[in-house]
């Protein structure tokens, strides 16, 4: 049958978009039911020891510097191999890529905690604290745009 309507000029129809939405829908609730399950498995306690706090507190730094680290070298990475990719092929799908990737480049600079100790915004809502969501929007927006291309 596809080959008869590839003969005649027409597209196959076919129904990827309802499995890829059927899977997106699967996924997403995975994800959010990650969270729920975490989050019940986590027990609840004060914090009466400001000692346990303190160590808490130096962990979390070494721990989200570390993760923000390697992904600034994984986009620092991803940026040569893009703009290398880019400069050969002079293509808008390459262009869009790089974008995002320095897009999530600036992301990992910007959710690195030592900056914000370095720059004394440390445990302070403000700008520090939504620049990261900004710049990972900013990417999920250059990819979808374009992958609808």
């Known amino acids: 049958m596809a080959k008869k309507e590839e003969k005649e000029g027409k597209k196959p129809k076919n129904n990827y978009g309802f499995k ?22 986590v027990p609840v306690r004060g914090w009466h020891n400001k000692e346990e706090l303190r160590v808490l507190r130096e962990s979390y ?59 004394g915004v440390f445990g302070k809502l403000g700008l520090f604290s939504i620049i990261p969501m900004l710049f990972a929007t900013i990417s999920l927006g250059i990819l979808a745009w374009v992958s609808s291309k």
């Open 20 to 41: 890829a939405a059927g899977f997106t829908l699967l996924i997403v609730v995975l994800c959010i039911g990650i969270f729920f399950v975490a989050d019940a498995l």
């Open 61 to 119: 730094l070494y721990i989200m510097s570390s993760i923000s680290s390697i992904m600034f070298l994984i986009s620092a990475y991803l940026v040569f191999i893009y703009l290398k990719d880019y400069l050969v092929l002079r293509s808008r799908f390459t262009l869009g890529i790089l974008l995002a990737v320095v897009s999530f480049m600036l992301f990992a600079i910007s959710s690195n905690p030592l900056l914000h100790v370095f720059l």
